[in-house]
């Protein structure tokens, strides 16, 4: 498996948001903009997830876009000249949702397993190493004290992210998103937290395919995961980390991811 898809389709509108923070002038065009893979943080965001996916093995990456993300090809397609990956990219023409981008890269895919994951996440190269040489599908799932320490997410804040259940042997048979406490209360320790690094088998295109629109009106990848479990008798497999991921959501994290990132080597 050396195949990863990155989405960064999404509208960036949490990012667009005023909010507090002491930016730069290309920090605060690029946050204006929503464009959250291209904001500096050193070197463009993205550049930092690109590494630690070369890190971990992967050498054929598709970067999910729309067809308005000009500035994105331009900088991974032509300015870029990675010598560790190849980058290519397919579009996502509306966004509607985390599933719907997940199935614009079935020409990519094909049949071949392949890695899925945010573009507004840097995440530890050993849990990306770890989906490299799973068989089978998979999620990393990350503790959750682990990302109040570690991550820049606030514990608050981190209470909105989708919860793990699985069974005795390790497979997921529940994602639960937004859970409340009753949800919380019944889960065991540790609570491990999704924050959408996955590896998937071409199963998943069906399951994109069958599913509807969440009550937020998208197609949600949690959804087709859950399908696919239900339906199409796909396991997933539960990896457990006790790593945090940094997340660049909104403008007060970009100077605390910057903080974390300082010290980290980008080699494409």
Known sequence: MDKAVILARGLGMRMKKAAQAA??????RMADAGVKALIPVGRPFLDYVLA??????????????G???DEMRDYYGRKLRPKRIGIEFAVQEQPRGTA?????AEPFAGTAPFLAINSDNYYPVEALAALHTLEGSGLAAFDRQSMIAGSNVE?????RFAVVRADGDGFMTRIIEKPDA???ASLPEPVCVSMNCWRFGP???????????SPRGELEITDAV???????????RVLNFRLPVLDLSNRTDIGPVARRLAAVEVNL
């Open 100 to 104: 719907d981008a997940v199935a614009a």
């Open 155 to 159: 514990a608050q804040r981190l209470l």
């Open 23 to 28: 930016l730069t002038e290309k920090q605060a």
């Open 203 to 213: 199963t998943i295109f069906a399951a994109c395919r069958a599913i509807g629109p």
């Open 182 to 184: 009753a949800v919380m």
């Open 67 to 69: 067809p308005e993300h």
């Open 226 to 236: 859950q399908y696919a479990i239900d339906k199409l008798g796909e396991r997933f």
């Open 52 to 65: 630690a996916l070369a890190d971990a093995g992967y050498r054929r990456i598709c970067l999910v876009i």
